[in-house]
């Protein structure tokens, strides 16, 4: 029953393997972070979120773990909405990057995991 997913991950082992060019690459099941080697990941993260400062990353986690609610992040790390959005702005900023983006806040997100 398990061949059709085996041969799946085996295609992606090998389609990595060939991509970085290294004679064995083994399936991570770990969905999408599984995909990217830790240390690379890690050090990707450390570039991108080089800018904030730890209460900003920590705001801009929430609030993406929150999908962008305002007032419930507020709550979850007891500070006012309005402390939320300057943060929020202030990220926006020194990241130089679109909030409002999708595709950013699946980067940032992966980034702050």
Not at 29 to 49: F, K, S
């Amino acid at each position: 029953d398990g061949l059709p997913a085996a041969d799946a991950q085996a295609a992606r082992a090998l389609r990595r393997a060939e991509a970085t060019r290294t004679p064995l690459a083994r399936h991570r099941a770990n969905g999408l972070a599984g995909l990217v080697d830790p240390d690379e990941a890690a050090a990707h993260a450390r570039v991108l979120l080089a800018p904030l400062s730890e209460p900003q990353a920590e705001t801009l986690r929430a609030w993406l773990s929150l999908h962008g609610s305002w007032d419930r992040t507020a709550a979850a790390l007891g500070v006012h909405r309005n402390t939320v959005r300057q943060r929020i702005a202030r990220c926006a900023v020194l990241l130089g990057r679109d909030l409002d983006d999708a595709d950013v806040r699946m980067e940032l997100w992966f980034a702050l995991r």
